[in-house]
C-alpha cells in the first residue's frame, strides 16, 4: 500500500520529479500532514512546520531526500520573534540565492537564515502565468508586491507600464534581482499599498488590472498591526479607486478564518463606499495542493454613472 508521502508525490503528476520549477511537495493536512509544507526549489528543499519536529517528520524528510535524490534540506518553524528558526537541516547548506522558472520567465528565490519564505508562493502559479497571457497593452498595479512575480509575468506579456508597491525595502531589492534575471523593467516604489491607493486616487491615477494580494497581517505606516480580516473592506475600497473604468480586479485573500461568501460581500461592500459597481467575472486558479483555500477572484470594475 503507497506510504502517505508516496500518495503526496504522485498528486504531482510528475512535476515533484523535475528542477526546474518550484513545486510544492507537502501541503499539510491536504496530504495528510498537518501544519508540514514542503516546497521543492530545484536539487533543494524548503519546509516549514508549526510542532516541534518529531522523529516521524524527521524520518519523512529523510526519506523524501533519499527518493528525489535532492542535495539540501532545510526545515524551518517559527521562534518566539516572529522569525523562522531551523531546526532541521539535511545534506547541503540551502544556497542564498537559487534561480528557477515559473512558465518562461526566471525567479528569483532569496533563502535568508531566518526567515519562513523565500520569496514566491507556488500556490499562485497558475495565476501569476494567466496574468502573463493577459496584460498585452495593460497598465499595471501590483500591491504588496513582495518579489514582483506578478508584475514581472506581466512586464513578459507585454504590459505598457508595471508599478510594484511593497512597504518594505528587501522586497524592492528581490524585485529587482527579478527584473535583471528576466530583462524587463518595472517601476518599484516602497509605500503602504493603501497609502498609496489613496493618493493615486487623488492624482487621477488608474490601471487597467489592479493585482491586490495582501498578507493575512502587516503593518501600516505608522508601525500599526493591520489585519486583512478587519480590514479587508477598507484596504479594497483605496484599491477599488484606482481601477480604470472597465477595467479588472484580480484579488486574493489568504484568511483561512474568512469564507468565501464573506469575501464577495466584502468586494460589493467596498465598491458601494467608492461609488463603483463590481462584477466577478472568474474565480481563481488555485493550484489542486494549495495548503489553504485562497478566496477572491477576478473582478470587472465599473463606475456608476
Not at 36 to 53: I, K, N, P, S
Not at 207 to 220: A, E, N, Q, Y
Request: glycine share 8%.
Amino acid at each position: 500500500m503507497p506510504s502517505g508521502l508516496d500518495k503526496a508525490l504522485a498528486r504531482r503528476a510528475g512535476r515533484a520529479e523535475q528542477s526546474r520549477e518550484v513545486c510544492r511537495l507537502i501541503a499539510g493536512k491536504n496530504d495528510g500532514f498537518d501544519g508540514l509544507v514542503v516546497d521543492r526549489l530545484g536539487d533543494y528543499a524548503f519546509a516549514t512546520c508549526h510542532d516541534e519536529l518529531s522523529k516521524q517528520t524527521e524520518e519523512l524528510l529523510r526519506r523524501l531526500m533519499q527518493q528525489l535524490s535532492l542535495r539540501g534540506l532545510s526545515l524551518r518553524s517559527r521562534a518566539k520573534s516572529g522569525q523562522g528558526q531551523e531546526i532541521l537541516r539535511l545534506g547541503e547548506t540551502l544556497p542564498e540565492r537559487i534561480e528557477l522558472f515559473e512558465g518562461e520567465a526566471s525567479a528569483v528565490l532569496r533563502i535568508h537564515p531566518d526567515s519562513l519564505s523565500y520569496g514566491l508562493f507556488p500556490d499562485l502559479r497558475l495565476e501569476r502565468l494567466r496574468v502573463a497571457q493577459s496584460s498585452a497593452g495593460l497598465n499595471v498595479l501590483n500591491l504588496y508586491a513582495y518579489s514582483g512575480l506578478f508584475g514581472i509575468h506581466a512586464a513578459r506579456g507585454g504590459a505598457l507600464d508595471v508599478v510594484q508597491v511593497d512597504a518594505l525595502k528587501s522586497m524592492l531589492n528581490m524585485i529587482e534581482a527579478n527584473e535583471h534575471a528576466n530583462a524587463v523593467l518595472t517601476r518599484r516604489i516602497c509605500d503602504d499599498a493603501l497609502s498609496y491607493c489613496q493618493r493615486a486616487a487623488r492624482r487621477g491615477r488608474s490601471f487597467d488590472l489592479v493585482i491586490h494580494d495582501p498578507p493575512t497581517f502587516g503593518r501600516d505606516p505608522k508601525g500599526r498591526s493591520r489585519s486583512t480580516k478587519k480590514s479587508l473592506v477598507e484596504m479594497l475600497s483605496a484599491c477599488l479607486s484606482v481601477v480604470a473604468d472597465g477595467g479588472r480586479l484580480l484579488s486574493i485573500v489568504n484568511t483561512a478564518s474568512m469564507s468565501a461568501l464573506q469575501v464577495d460581500q466584502q468586494h460589493k461592500e467596498a465598491a458601494e463606499r467608492c461609488n463603483k459597481r463590481v462584477r466577478r467575472v472568474d474565480d481563481l486558479r488555485i493550484c489542486s495542493d494549495s495548503p489553504s483555500p485562497l478566496k477572491g477572484g477576478w473582478y470587472e470594475i465599473n463606475s456608476i454613472r
